[in-house]
């Protein structure tokens, strides 16, 4: 679709409004419909127009194939990994007082960010694997 | 009547039973896995409606309201599309995989190449 | 200090070596890692049940062992909940897990194209994270994430038998159809369960059930989770996805589909139509009972029957697998204490024996390229081990004395004579009798016929893969001379949920 003026355009002008809206949906996910998985398929939609439009290749140099696998593992990470500081620190699995911070609002405020964002960096690093993987199909061995 | 005070319940098993039929009569198997997926949001639907307090709004807090819907279902709904839709990837990761192998997703065709 | 975390940390142990995986490039170092984190969740097992069986000694204490997710209070937030039938099902879980998994070296290598190996074991250990999940959890709504957790893992997972036979695809996706379906039955279940009482939390909807027997809505519940379950549980006649799946899947994969993850779908069972539920919901109001009698022989019978006429070891052991889940479910329908426990024994001991027999398959096929029974002919002379190993585990799926398939078998007849069932008694003795004519049938060609010419330079296994096969086998022959702690686990257990109920 590269040679399509009009849809070049467009994409180029809105792409940054998708990303700040979906990073505004997961962070807003306490407040108001949302959270890490909306959020997350929001961010995708950025990065999978833009490879729509512009083609895989265009896409590769922006998120390297490699960093998309380690994001998708690197979220659940912390998200286990909030889950895990509280086991080791004589807290309950994910329990946000674990985190160290005074306040138990401040500590659920944190907690719950932090696993939004974990949930939201591996969902959008799936669907983007998803749509590549897909997309390559044809020149996939098995 | 009370059949049309309970219509949420009718719409979920009317979507449910045209989910569970396409799985069953589609011979191609992306349709089969749509079928699923129609399966699936009717019973979103019918978790999502059982959440509903009369006269009361959106489960988010907010300034104004007093009586809110039950927020629980949502939260049920909500993990239960993520398990929806990762269902649904590697189903066509599968499908993906037939093609390669078999040249053809429908059921049929590929029964004749297997001599099933 | 981590004594009282031991619930959280044996789901969240696989998880996080799970996601570590993609970091590796060789296929040495997952493997190890999968090694270390199995034998780690089974040394916590192991802990676990200690402090669970301390807890019951203890003059006030029930045995069992709760603990809130993040600390939010037990209703209202998820529970991870340890007593006797859960610490029965784990340790069968976590000991089924750590042997197979180090059979998976050469097994895997061999099956497994070499870029994909770090990701198979990351979708592996997520499979056994979802298993162990599913065990552990005291909240409905969190069963059903595990059991999915669990089952998308073992889709993928059968599907990677195609670099073996292209079979394994179409079997993976007919797994995946009917197995959702069966997940989202659960999950209507489980609405309507909520829809009447309010709660998630299972000892909580336990006690909130016990007033609405006639509540049509909570028949209702019940009959779409019980649906759901025998999807999941490969119950006549919801059996036709395990055939292709498990016939189809590399071994390692079947040993532990066969051997634990129907298993665990049956304990779901359990759970539900004894403590959530209560016998007499169950069996007295509803007609539970005569129709998994029914089911349950017919799946015995059939499973067997079909067995016979089986050409491949792997679809031989997977329609094995349909009549034994027949004779657990049957143990459960007596609903009397040595049904019940025959149905908990026969769980232990069907694990050890069938993922036992398809690692010898999966030695087959490791020498052989796929395991067919043709190919197998007069392998008893050129691998004495592996198929006497074989022998070993037939002996146990008939059901002769001194295996545990007797103890198990012993159980369950006594407990129909109990109930007055006579038919259910010879329905047993009817399965062992077909059980005898499907080992014999795979021990007349090992043994009694000349070794084909293409198997000429076939020597025995690699000792790594022989030796967990041995473990399984032997073990399970162990458990049928000296039955002491798989019954007495099962009877405390059996016991409990009657009480309970």
Redesign the interface.
Known sequence: MKDRLIIRVVTKITTPFILVFGFYVITHGE???G?G?QGGVLLAAAFILYGLVFGLDELEPILPRRVS??L??IG??LY??L??V???T????????SLGLAGSESAEVWGMALAEYGVGITVTA?MIT?FR??AQ?KR?E? | MVVFDLYNYWVFILLMMIGLYTVIASPNLVKKIIGLSVLQTAIFLFLISLSKVSGGTVPITGPSAELYSNPLPHALVLTAIVVSVSTMAVALAIIINIKLTYGTIEDDEIRKTEGH | MIDNQLPALIVATPLAASLLMPIFRSAEKPWVLSLLTTWAVFGMTVLLLLQLSDRSQSPDGRAVISYAIGNWMIPWGIELRIDRLNGFVLLVIAMISAIVTFYARLSVAQAVPQHRIPFFYSVWLLFITGLLGVAVSGDIFNVYVMIEISALASYTLVAMGQHENPKALLGSINYLVLGTIGASFFLIGVGYLYSVTGTLNMADLAERLKPLHGNRALITAFAFILVGLSVKMALFPLHGWLPDAHGYAPPIVSALLSGVAIKVAAYVMIRLVFSLLGMEFSFSILPTGPVIWVLSSLAIVIGSYTAIQQTSLKRLLAYSSVAQIGYIAMGLSLANENGLTGSLVHVFNHALMKSGLFLVAGIVSYRLGAADLELMAGLGRKMPFTMSALVAGGLGLIGVPLTSGFVSKWYLVSGAIDRGAMPLALVILLGSILAVMYIWKVLEIVYFRPSLDSARAVTEAPWSLVLPAWILIGASLYFGVDASLPSGLAEHAARFLLEQS
């Open positions: 407040l108001s419909p959270g998985f696998d380690s998708a593992a659940v990470l286990a990994g889950g895990l509280g086991i080791f004589g807290y309950r699995f994910l329990d946000y007082r799936v998803i993987e897909v199909a996939r098995h």
